[in-house]
């Protein structure tokens, strides 16, 4: 680690959270009158490239059947912080035709990425959409963003780690870190 980031969530915080998510959504599910009924999948759809280790480490602790996607979404080109419009670069291979989806992402920011995926998805007459993101920025979220599942609420920096990058770099670090251009 370097003097430019300073631990936010450690690992062993991040998989004992994680896990606590894996038991409400399995609750959430088993508690659905079509699942008791069909045990049809949940087709969960992780947002790339920032939920892959979000996804990775959930998916390995549920209970419930499940299919398992991707939808590429673009939101911070070239160096920067500021978030550009979120645009769909690749769709789920899958139809999601009378699909129950669950819609995973790294971090809810202003909600504009699960917002604009989550109408995207809805055109392609899913059954149901639920989204889980691991961090949620107190505070920001538009108005009737209110994902289903959160792994935690954080202060409104920028973080690193965990799938989380700046500029492209540092989604493989195992924590979330805080990142500071001066070090401070
Ligand atoms: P939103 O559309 O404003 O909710 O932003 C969500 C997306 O922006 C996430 O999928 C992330 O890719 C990215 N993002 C938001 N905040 C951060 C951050 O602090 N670090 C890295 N990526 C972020
Ligand atoms: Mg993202």
Redesign the pocket.
Known sequence: MNNKMKTLIDEASLHARIADIATEIDEYYLGQWWYMRTQEPVVIIG?L???MFFMADLVRKLSIRVELDFIR?S??PGKT?I?KK?KIITQPTRSLHNAHVLLL????????????VRENLELQSTESIMTAVL?R?TG??LTG?TPGFVGFDIPD????GYG???NGRYREMPYVAV?SKDGH
């Open positions: 947002i490239t920032g939920a979404v939101t911070y912080t978030a979120p992402d790294d971090i809810l920011d202003t909600g504009k990425t699960i917002n604009m961090l920025k920001k979220a963003v920096d920028f973080v690193i989380l990058d700046y990142w």
